[in-house]
């Protein structure tokens, strides 16, 4: 069974930063892009960034663009969000998902996205 566990959320002051993890079980997630997706109190799900499977090219919504990073490790299973420059705009719960990927480009649109991990929550506040 396909399973996407998320770590490395907290509370941070703006200006700070974080790395969340993304680690996939039950599946080759090598065959699938990783999406990040965050949701807002009150507020739609938003797609984040995501990254394919086989070239590693990165997608960014504009929100964040050049303030997060996104990479891969494909022999530990595991796909990473680094969140730099930091605001309180960005508190959200933020989840990894996995879109099975033989050919093309990763999506910022969640419906699109076969496993969904449970999420873990960014702060930030002063």
């Known amino acids: 069974q396909a399973h996407l566990v998320e770590s490395g959320g907290g509370l941070v002051h703006p200006g700070g930063s974080l790395r969340l993890s993304c680690v996939a079980s039950g599946f080759t997630s090598a065959y699938y892009g990783i999406g990040w997706f965050r949701q807002a109190p009150g507020k739609e799900r938003e797609g984040v960034s995501c990254?394919?499977?086989?070239?590693?090219?990165?997608e960014y919504a504009d929100s964040v663009s050049g303030r997060f990073t996104a990479s891969r490790d494909d022999a530990k299973n595991t796909v990473y969000l680094q969140l730099d420059k930091l605001k309180p705009e960005d508190t959200a719960v933020y989840s990894c998902a996995a879109l099975f990927l033989p050919g093309g480009s990763c999506t910022l649109d969640p419906g699109e996205y076969h496993y969904w991990g449970q999420g873990t929550q960014v702060t930030v506040s002063s």
């Open positions: 990254i394919n499977p086989s070239d590693h090219m990165t």
